[in-house]
């Protein structure tokens, strides 16, 4: 809850929220899941959608490809290939187009594409190219891009994350520790990988914090590329 930063009380009690907290932390989430979630959603009023995962808009703006479900024995192999050997023997067995059209860097999405080519033998792009009409056109909606100013963010991540620490993070870390599997989903929330190096021994909580705070501000860098490339269009909102 803390780490995720689900809104809090005082915030639920003041308007309805939906889709927060709402599947197990073992459950291997996806953008499609959260679409068909949301279906339900759409058909019955007019929510406003908040986040700042750049792949959820764009599957919900722009469609999502209907790639079929991988195979837990694909995942572990791409796992254990990543675990030993890196996203290079990742990237080296993906297709050119591919190749061309994901972010590189982010080991999430080099994973993806790995697992889907592996799965199904067909490249993630071709079956991007594939992609059916999405759930809610951008048209139909009013679309805002909140454009933070760079050196007020970074000053309000770090900031953020010593309020998580004060708030119990290291705590929520800790009783979920005896459960702590690297490759769920759930394991990625920022904070949480560091915070367990520490509660295991490896490094100080001082270093775990400046570790999180540098992760949380590459998150926000790599916001900011997504943003100029995918959301130009979009409204923009300059904060503070």
């Not at 297709?95 to 067909?122: F, H, M, S, Y």
Request: charge should be positive; charged fraction near 25%; aromatic fraction near 6%.
């Amino acid at each position: 809850r803390i780490l995720t930063a689900r809104p809090p009380g005082e915030d639920l009690a003041r308007a309805p929220h939906a889709l927060y907290g709402h599947v197990p932390a073992t459950t291997a989430y996806s953008v499609g899941a959260w679409l068909r979630d949301l279906a339900p959603l759409l058909a019955s009023t007019r929510p406003i959608i908040t986040g700042g995962t750049g792949l959820y808009f764009a599957a919900l703006t722009e469609g999502l490809a209907e790639i079929p479900p991988i195979p837990a024995e694909i995942r572990a192999e791409a796992d254990e290939r990543r675990a030993r050997a890196g996203l290079p023997a990742l990237l080296s067995a993906l297709d050119p187009a591919t190749l061309a059209r994901i972010d590189q860097k982010n080991p999430a999405r080099v994973q993806r594409a790995w697992e889907v080519q592996a799965a199904t033998g067909r490249g993630l792009a071709d079956w991007q190219d594939a992609t059916p009409p999405p759930l809610l056109p951008l048209a139909a909606t009013t679309p805002l891009l909140i454009e933070a100013d760079r050196d007020w963010l970074a000053a309000r991540i770090a900031r953020r994350f010593d309020a998580m620490l004060a708030q119990g993070a290291l705590d929520e870390v800790r009783a979920n520790l005896a459960d702590w599997q690297p490759a769920r989903p759930s394991a990625r929330a920022i904070g949480a990988p560091e915070l367990v190096a520490h509660l295991r021994g490896e490094i100080p909580l001082e270093t775990a914090r400046a570790r999180a705070i540098i992760a949380s501000r590459q998150y926000a860098k790599r916001q900011r590329s997504w943003f100029r490339a995918r959301m130009g269009s979009w409204e923009k909102c300059a904060y503070p």
